[in-house]
Antibody, heavy 117, light 111 residues
Framework: EVQLVESGGGLVQPGGSLRLSCAAS????????MSWVRQAPGKGLEWVAN????????YCVDSVKGRFTISRDNAKNSLFLQMNSLRGEDTAVYYC??????????WGQGTLVTVSS | QSALTQPASVSGSPGQSITISCTGT?????????VSWYQHHPGKAPKLMIY???NRPSGVSDRFSGSKSGNTASLTISGLQAEDETDYYC???????????FGTGTKVTVL
């Protein structure tokens, strides 16, 4: 059974940092593109970043460029999102998800990040 | 990146068919056959309903179908059921950043 489990969310002050993790199981992690998607309270879904199977290509949305970094450890079946210089508008539930071509076919349950003083 | 444009709400009676539109630009929907649709019940993880414009993942009902014309993609739900009432989002690859952009979301109501 495919499972994605996020962790690392919490309350952080503006300007602070957090590292989100996503533990994958039930599939060959190294065979898939992976993504992070977020949903701010009362808002729609927003694609944050994605990464190729071997980590050689990474892309992110303009609003997080220079602040967030997506990475992966295929040996540990894990996906990461390093978030620096956090802002109030980064407050959201963050999901990791697996790609099925252009779609995301499996999602974690999400981890809440709250940026507030 | 600007979000793709979806109607805020669409409604229909049980058994009817409804169509949700998703309008983008020549930099996203108009360029790529990489449009996906998601069903999202609040508080739960989104569910992939359609990928690459018109492909259904295993286990998704054939009542759901996708299409594209120019810069606009569409999701059609046939034989509308009460369980279909929730939020739906489209997404597309965008050439400017080579990442993906979601639509604004559509709330489907079953009358």
């Amino acid at each position: 059974e495919v499972q994605l489990v996020e962790s690392g969310g919490g309350l952080v002050q503006p300007g602070g940092s957090l590292r989100l993790s996503c533990a994958a199981s039930g599939f060959i992690f190294s065979n898939y593109w992976m993504s992070w998607v977020r949903q701010a309270p009362g808002k729609g879904l927003e694609w944050v970043a994605n990464i190729k199977q071997d980590g050689s290509e990474r892309y992110c949305v303009d609003s997080v460029k220079g602040r967030f970094t997506i990475s992966r450890d295929n040996a540990k079946n894990s996906l990461f999102l390093q978030m620096n210089s956090l802002r109030g508008e980064d407050t959201a539930v963050y999901y990791c998800a697996r790609h099925l071509s252009s779609g995301l076919d499996y999602w974690g349950q999400g981890t809440l990040v709250t940026v507030s003083s | 990146q600007s979000a793709l444009t979806q109607p805020a709400s669409v409604s229909g009676s049980p058994g009817q068919s409804i169509t949700i539109s998703c309008t983008g630009t020549s930099s996203d929907i108009g360029t790529y056959n990489y449009v996906s649709w998601y069903q999202h019940h609040p508080g739960k993880a989104p569910k992939l309903m359609i990928y690459d414009v018109n492909n259904r993942p295993s286990g998704v009902s054939d009542r759901f179908s996708g299409s594209k014309s120019g810069n606009t993609a569409s999701l059609t739900i046939s034989g509308l059921q009460a369980e279909d009432e929730t939020d739906y989002y489209c997404s597309s690859l965008t050439s400017r950043t080579l990442t993906y952009v979601f639509g604004t979301g559509t709330k489907v109501t079953v009358l």
